[in-house]
């Protein structure tokens, strides 16, 4: 079992900036992939961004060129730094991480909330 610890959520204006962080309790190098996902009221969970083991990150359409996925190796903990917010980033979001085996682990979630 694999526990990932979240925080960084809150109530922002659009416009502003909010960042997430999230600890997994192995290390990084135990990791293929470290992902958030998002789920707004009523919606379907949807991909966020995502970023390998080797550093490659990928961002989903809605979100690219305002939200960005890293990670400090020295913390085990990865993050997404969200700028530019919108109404529509209201939601809960939540990380997730794989491990070598395919094996997925999901973060408790944390809510961002967006409004004017």
């Known amino acids: 079992q694999v526990d990932l610890v979240e925080s960084g959520g809150g109530l922002v204006q659009p416009g502003g900036s909010l960042r997430l962080s999230c600890t997994p309790s192995i290390s990084f190098f135990r990791l293929s992939y470290m992902r958030w996902y998002r789920q707004a009221p009523g919606k379907e969970r949807e991909f966020v961004a995502s970023i390998t083991n080797v550093g490659i990150s990928d961002h989903s359409d809605s979100v690219k060129g305002r939200f960005a996925i890293s990670r400090d190796n020295s913390k085990n903990t990865f993050f997404l730094q969200m700028n530019s917010l919108k109404l529509e980033d209201t939601a809960v979001y939540y990380c997730?991480?794989?491990?070598?085996?395919?094996?997925?682990?999901w973060g408790q979630g944390t809510q961002v909330s967006v409004f004017s």
């Open positions: 997730n991480v794989e491990n070598h085996l395919g094996e997925e682990y």
